[in-house]
Every structure is written in structure tokens, then in C-alpha cells.
């Protein structure tokens, strides 16, 4: 099953995370199939805390790609201030 999750980077108490779509059977910081956005929880001023490719989200999605928990939020949240 495919799935989008998020990757930890970045270093010790400055966590940063990448959206990818991959394998679920994967380890979480394995090969993924596509990269499709990046979440920055501590973002400073000026900087984009959450960037998301929803053309390619909605293009795994419709796929069959589960996106996990956290996922699925961000997604939400990127929509509504999309629209906003």
C-alpha cells in the first residue's frame, strides 16, 4: 500500500519535515517515490511553515495513496488557508 507521511530532517532540537508519498512496508526514512511538500513547525518569521503540491496529493490520493493522521491535518489546514 502507498502512503504519505512525514520524514524527519534537520538537526537536533530543530526538527523539519518533508511530505513524501511512499511505500508503507518502507522504512520511515527510506527511498520514497515522490516528494510533494515540507512542513517547518518552528518556522520563523518571514519563513513558510507548510508548502504542499495538492495536485500531486489529490493525484496519489485518487490512486489509492492513505495519507497518515498528521498528514491528512496539514492537508486541511493548507486548504483553508488556501482559500482563505
Partial sequence: ????????????????????????????????????????PIAGRGETPLRLDLSRIDYWVGHGAQPSERVRSLIASYRKQASA
Fill in 1 to 40: 500500500m502507498v502512503s504519505i507521511r512525514l520524514t524527519r530532517r534537520g538537526a537536533r532540537n530543530q526538527p523539519f519535515y518533508h511530505v513524501v508519498v511512499t511505500d508503507s512496508r518502507k522504512r520511515q526514512g527510506g527511498a520514497s517515490l515522490e516528494n510533494v511538500g515540507y512542513f517547518n
